[in-house]
């Protein structure tokens, strides 16, 4: 009875300790609920001592959409699902999902930091980090639901995350189907530049 006991409050403490690494990489208390197996109090309790403020209010931003907005939405996305993917592969079965959900991240934001070349969405966010934790976790559950899934480019050979239910010529490759605009804006090859617009009549 005992031993049961304690099993129940170790469990309670390392559901505690993921929750706690979930705030620190800026999760808001929906994410860390769905994450980890704590109660509501608790969690705005935690985020409080963490943050030292209260969280926000309101629903989680949500797009289905976001990886086919930009293709360096789309490199983000598919380096995080890559790990993802790749951690789940692995042998120990017994990896909770939150633990993989943020030993993916980590890695994630560690790779895009180290970026030597950043694009200019890249640069217009601290550290490169263009996919922030909660919209990661709303990716992963796009993955896991086959809704999103991973593809590789028969031509670069990239490794990147498309619509499943997107017509073949809307999965773009984020590398090969790219190009870049007067601005330098990497665009879709299949976002036309405009031509004939009143701007460039003179
Ligand atoms: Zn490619």
Redesign the pocket.
């Known amino acids: 009875m005992i031993r049961l006991r304690l099993m129940k409050l170790a469990n309670q403490g390392y559901e505690l300790i993921l929750a706690e690494a979930l705030f620190k990489l800026g999760a808001r208390p929906p994410v860390v609920r769905s994450a980890c197996t704590i109660g509501s109090k608790t969690a705005i309790r935690l985020y409080k001592t963490i943050h030292r403020r209260s969280p926000k209010q309101g629903m989680l931003p949500y797009d289905p959409y976001w990886i086919v907005r930009s293709s360096v939405h789309d490199l983000h996305a598919s380096i995080f699902l890559g790990l993802i993917h790749d951690l789940s592969q692995q042998q120990n079965q017994t990896d909770r999902n939150a633990e993989r959900f943020i030993t993916a991240y980590e890695l994630y934001c560690r790779i895009v930091a180290n970026n030597p070349q950043p694009s200019k969405l890249e640069t217009s966010v601290p550290q490169a980090i263009l996919l922030d934790i909660n919209r990661a976790w709303q990716l992963a559950g796009q993955l896991m639901s086959g809704e999103m899934s991973l593809v590789i ?6 490794r ?1 995350v498309v619509l499943s239910k997107m017509p073949k010529p809307f999965q773009q ?5 790219v190009w870049a605009d007067s601005t330098g804006r990497r665009r879709w090859m299949t976002v036309k530049p405009r031509k004939n617009t009143k701007n460039q009549d003179h």
Not at 153 to 158: L, N, R, S, V
Not at 173 to 177: G, H, S
């Open positions: 480019c028969g031509k670069c050979q990239a990147y490759c984020p590398i090969c189907d």
